[in-house]
């Protein structure tokens, strides 16, 4: 014992000789195995409690080293198969009492052993200790169930099948996390009221309430032995003073209405310990709606900051401020953090409804909602503090989290965590105590400091006359205070605010003050706090987006710059309020997704989805968009990327969205009728996406309908399918475009996705709603137009069976090299646009239109179609691309442009989408005047007659 400080060498030395008096001296020698003789000093040195029971009796600790258990990582089947073993024996209540307490006390041993010697991880003690539990609790309920139900008979469902009570877990048992002397939070309930058929007419309430206490009593009552786990029942509906037991059906009405909102916190943990496991899934099942919601609750921070001051205003008053657990920067702590996303985003992010905070605070790394160093520092203290609160109850087996406070017990915490005195410890635990408070302060802000609000709250007050409000306001910075008081006032006596609850009303008073203050300073106010007002108005049934805004000032300060810069923005926001949430962390705001990215974050979004729950899927991919689209919007307003990026991301969010559908359309069909003879049902075959126009050119813009067409490609096509209900390959592929066009097209509860345009398929309007490949490379060599032949210049593959796409490519090129007349056509190409022309510009001379006018947009594509089908045929090149910028440049390599004049083209062509896109956010038409482009129009025409009038 050399390296225990002397103090300690001491005590357990004393221990050690008490004990070799008591024990057995033909086991003796079984101490002096390495592992035992390396552990023993340091285990007995730090807890008492594990001393104490062996000098007790002996015999638990040679029990322990004969089996080998106190040296083996013990597995899930452990516990039950060493209670069996002495369960056998128990005929009555006390019996069962003697015998779960002492199995009780080993097993405790057991597991303050390997976590003290360092023999077991944190993970394996906590889930061991939960294990204990419910092994005792599964036991102890099924010894008393049969001894009641042969007392008063069984209780059964309206089917006749025997009802048993349901156990939940709360607390660190529901979440398999149990500390080392932690009571175990429970609540009862049972299936279905009723009446047993005994003489008295026994209420289920009755007999299910009596086993209930029979079952706290048997773990809960201190006797000779012991007891097993101390039981709170204070989570139960209605705390102390509501009944032990409840049905389902009374279960739910009270968490629908009645129950209090730091219930949803509990509630987050809750899980089926004992007793009938079906059913407590069911009850799961049943409570769920309650604990998580279908919306990003904002809330949850403000109630977990309010409740977490409550707790330390308690803690003051019992001068208990050095709690691991609940004091500051404690477990707790850590815990809500994580809890608070669970309540905020649980209810759409099945990976939050996790019970495990660990498990928890990974996701919330892996989904950046935190940052990993933030979320590593947060696990390592977990941990850190963990350890130190188990190693303060292996103490005495006391149920306390409070830093000890005499000298000897100091200096065995500290040794057990690594040191060699308390105050070496105490330092370090006290850089995590600050450390922990610092993000938990981060995470969870304090509310909202409201000094400098004095002007702004006095003009929401509605107190004073109207010029002394409007001095108050040009004093904030508004220029046209009138106009502001006017919007106020107006806002007010609107339907929205009169049907908002007092709640409501609360979080809107709270929220007024800050955003007069913010609007202040944009470039137009009046302007961003006519939008934000409506935006506010739309929000109004949801007011916890209210709660949002008022306790982030972050959060505020983002959509007044947002609202200021973009009415697009503006109205988006209202239409869809919860893109909010995205304004939540400015990192990820302004700096959109690449397509692997949006790949992976989509599928984690499906992957939460139910999937029973058609409706729900096709909101969350119009959810996704709109979120990453919004994404787009603020980086491309605040100019963070150029215009060539813009269109690059939103054709990726259009395609990863088309591949979710094709795959979904392809799983919904095949699961109905099979697949067509040599396709493989886990893989899209036979079947691709062609995409034209802005798609098909890597050139989407913010409004953009989607041109698409479909192909597939069979051996033969009248063949049947192999499924349950056969339908030809024709028909196979197009109810997968039917369901894609569905997906894509229906008006769900969050909008439309895209719209789709289908008109350049094979005969337009009347033509098939899927084409065969080879119906469709002989509709391209015989029957296109060339107008067609133009389209084709910007149609790709983006979806669908690889092989087909290359066969698609193939037929593509060939259609396109063909050769042509040059003069025939350059005249259809230049009399289609000269007709567009005649029909979609401005009429107003004064007045460019930047797509349609003269030396725009759509001429300087012309020039590029133009080209590519005059010169395909000598130069293959021109096939590689279907986007205009480099078909320019391809068309210079070709000799059809001059440098100067491709290079030339390109730039006024990406100036002018630019203001196209600008035009957009500002919900303006795609016009300006005309002085405005008249140099750079006029040497596009130039360039226009050189190339299609000569």
Known sequence: MPQLPPPLSEKVARLLADFRERADATKLPLLDAPTLAESLPRVWAVSGFVAESCLRDPALLFGLLESDDLLADSGAAYYGQRLAESLPAVEDETELHRV?????????????????????????????????????????????????????????????????????????????????????????????AGELPDKRGTSYQEFFTKLAQSLVKALDTNTEDGFVFRVDTRLRPFGDSGPLVMNFDAMEAYYQGQAREWERYAMIKARPVAGDLDAGAELEAMLKPFIYRRYLDYRAFGELRELKAKIAQELLRKDRTDSVKLGKGGIREIEFIGQAFQLLRGGRDKALQDRRIRVVLDALAEREYLPAEEIAKLQAAYRYLRLTENHIQQLADQQTHDLPKDDESRLRVAYSMGHSDWNSFKTELDEIFEQVHALFEQVIAPARDESGQGEARQVWSGGGDEESKAALLAGLGYPAPQEVLALLAAFRSGSAVARLTARGVAELDRLMPPLLQTVASARAPETTLKRILGLLEAVAKRNVYYTLLADNAAVLAQLVKLTDASPWIAALLAQHPILLDSLLDARQLYAPQKKGDLRKELARQLASVDADDPEDWMNRLRQFKQAQVLRVAAADIMEAIPLMVVSDYLTDIAEVLIEAALQDAWRHTVAKHGVPPGCRPEAVEGFAVIAYGKLGGIELSYSSDLDLVFLFDAERPEAATDGPRPVTVNQFYARIVQRMIHILTANMLAGVLYEVDMRLRPSGNSGLLVTSLTAFEAYQRDSAWTWEQQALVRARCVAGDAALGEKYRAARAKSLSRERDRAALQKEVREMREKMRDNLDSKDPAVFDLKQGFGGIADIEFIVQFGTLAHAAQHPALLEWTDNVRLLERLSDAGFLSRDEAEFLKQAYVGFRAQVHRAALQEQEARIPAAAAAETRARVQAIWRKLMES
């Open 100 to 192: 779960l307490r002492r199995f009780r006390r080993r097993e405790m041993v057991r597991i303050a052993w390997r976590d003290l010697a360092g023999w077991a991880e944190l993970d394996e003690t906590l889930a061991d200790l939960s294990m204990l539990a419910e092994c005792c609790l599964r036991a102890a309920l099924e010894f008393l169930y049969g001894a009641a139900c042969t007392r008063w008979g069984t209780p059964t469902d309206n089917r006749g099948r025997p009802q048993n009570l349901v156990v939940l877990g709360m607390g660190k048992l529901g979440g398999g996390e149990l500390n080392f002397s932690s009571d175990i939070d429970l609540i009862f309930a049972y299936p279905e």
